[in-house]
């Protein structure tokens, strides 16, 4: 509705548009940007208020505007006043019976499998967007990881957005126009991997964005690969789906293989040199293809991991659990060195895994909580994925639970929903649910602590703290443990140790440092205690 009355005012010729916005609000955060881009050079303010606004700065704002108006109406009438469109037509993915994808650009198409295209992959983490893009690279498409984003990177995304949007955006942003002016070569046209969402995130608004910001700057070559969450990503073929799922998990898993090595290895350096270089062997596998191939290499990798000496079984360790966004738990930049800095105290950081999201929304449409409704045989569909997806799973963390690095464990969504979903509705669509479920689940169970990490401004990373802030005791993980789960009982009746930060890609502040330092110390009591509880049950 801003919109539609944005793009009236815009042709009326006696009205002139304020957009009055809050303090952080998410969905103003994009919608300012549309909608300057509709008013082009028709003068227009924003004003964003909040309880400390002071009237003398809104009332120099307003006056500074109403001055502009008036000079502006003036030059219309001189007939100074032109805007020029020029039309400008985007390459575009579009789906294809006959390839899966076709990218259009110039009258002519490209399949996705040609030379000229180049599928790029946004950063993710290292390994998870390694992993895809090996995968891809297996069925003769040209697929390329982005690097994990550094300081230029955000500072390209800041350049070309408003700063207000979500931190993902600006570094997914960053991203794909720096790969654009630094590696791009003139024949080639880029596909950027941009799935979308429904849901009171603003994720479903990258793909909007980014599709504007390439019209707007008349970016040529370049087109959005979109997957939607309506119908669980659907739209690869199963041969490039379950490849997909196959490097997804391997990733998550490996992921955490590697930070109970920077943990707990008695030579850190030379373990990781170690992960290194059976990583790059898992990759050469995916690249390839074939189960037995990729399985093969999983298990000498299981078996090399076994033989790294540690200074305590994984059982023992410290371990601490990071839920929260599904993008910034997994990014280096956005976590500013959390891991590595956990690893120093002592800590085995339990990232919560990329899977965890797509089993999530294949849950909500089994459930019907949302979605769009399927077909029989789209739901036919689903359930065959499942059963892969599940089968595929399983295989994957058995093995590499023989690393002694690992431990096993499927990702339930149902479970972690049975931890949930008295506090939070399962029909509010998005990452809250999910982040206070798996929080509850995961303290006293095999973490001894919980940081839930977002970007500023995230609403459901906002009700997700609010929830664990007063869930987060003894009492609130006895109350919303389901029936039939075993609950560690400590004593006290304080709270557990938890932190929830807002990242923005800059260093934390002081305060946050010293929040890190008196969590740590809570989860090491914690883990002090739930180790002499166990050994007490058994003894």
């Known amino acids: 509705m801003i919109l539609k009355g944005a793009s009236f005012v815009k042709k009326h010729p006696q009205l002139f548009a304020a957009f009055i916005s809050n303090f952080s609000c998410g969905p103003d955060s994009f919608i300012i940007t549309y909608f300057r881009d509709i008013m082009g050079i028709k003068p227009s303010v924003s004003l964003e208020l909040d309880d400390h606004t002071a009237d003398a700065g809104l009332d ?116 794909l126009l720096k790969y654009l002016e630094e590696e791009k070569k003139p024949q080639e046209v880029v596909v950027y991997f941009m799935p979308t969402s429904a849901g009171p995130c603003r994720f479903g608004q990258y793909s909007v964005f980014l599709r504007n910001l390439i019209r707007k700057e008349r970016i040529e070559d370049v087109a959005l690969l979109s997957l939607t969450n309506e119908d669980n990503y659907s739209g690869f073929g199963e041969g490039m789906t379950r490849l997909a799922w196959k490097a997804i998990v391997i990733a998550d898993v490996l992921d955490d293989v590697r930070s109970a090595l920077k943990t707990l290895a008695v030579d850190k350096e030379g373990a990781l040199r170690t992960f290194e270089e059976l990583w790059d062997n898992v990759l050469a596998a995916l690249r390839k293809g074939e189960s037995a191939v990729i399985n093969k290499a999983l298990k000498r990798t299981a078996a090399r991991l076994s033989r790294i000496p540690l200074q305590c079984a994984l059982e023992e360790a410290k371990q601490v659990a990071i839920v929260g966004e599904v993008y910034v738990r997994r990014d280096r930049l956005s976590r500013r060195g959390l891991t590595d800095w956990l690893a120093e ?69 149902s479970r972690t929903f049975a931890f949930a979903e008295q506090l939070v509705n399962p029909r509010l669509r998005g990452e809250a649910i999910l982040t206070v479920g798996l929080a509850l689940r995961e303290i006293l169970d ?94």
């Open 60 to 175: 120099t704002r307003t006056d500074a505007f109403l001055d502009v108006v008036r000079r502006f109406r003036e030059l219309e009438k001189e007939k100074k006043v032109v805007e020029k469109i020029e039309p400008f037509e985007p390459a575009v993915v579009l789906a294809d019976d006959k390839n899966g994808f076709t990218v259009h650009r110039k009258g002519k198409e490209y399949p996705l499998q040609h030379p000229d295209v180049r599928l790029l992959f946004p950063s993710m983490g290292d390994l998870g967007t390694e992993a895809v893009s090996a995968a891809m690279n297996s069925l003769n498409i040209n697929a390329v990881p982005l690097p994990e984003p550094d300081e230029s990177v955000l500072k390209i995304g800041r350049a070309n957005t408003n700063c207000k949007e979500c931190l993902p955006l600006q570094l997914t942003t960053g991203g």
């Open 446 to 539: 095999t973490a001894c602590g919980v940081i839930s990490i977002g970007p500023f401004g995230c609403m459901p990373s906002r009700v997700a703290e609010a929830i664990l802030t007063e869930m987060m005791t003894m009492e609130g993980k006895r109350a919303v443990t389901p029936r039939g789960d075993r609950v560690l009982m400590l004593d006290g009746k304080g709270p557990l140790p938890f932190l929830s930060i807002e990242t923005d890609g800059n260093a934390f502040p002081q305060l946050i440092e010293a929040r890190l330092e008196a969590f740590c110390l809570q989860a090491a009591r914690a883990h002090d205690k739930m180790m002499a509880a166990r050994s007490a049950a058994h003894p």
């Open 345 to 413: 105290k002592g800590f085995v950081s339990r990232i919560a895994p990329i899977n965890e999201w797509v089993w999530y929304v294949d849950y909500v449409i089994k459930k019907k909580l949302w979605g769009k409704d399927l077909t029989r045989l789209d739901r036919i569909g689903l359930a065959v994925r499942r059963f892969f997806q599940n089968r595929y799973e399983r295989e994957i963390k058995k093995i590499m639970e023989r690393s002694n690095l690992y431990h096993f464990e499927m990702t339930e969504v």
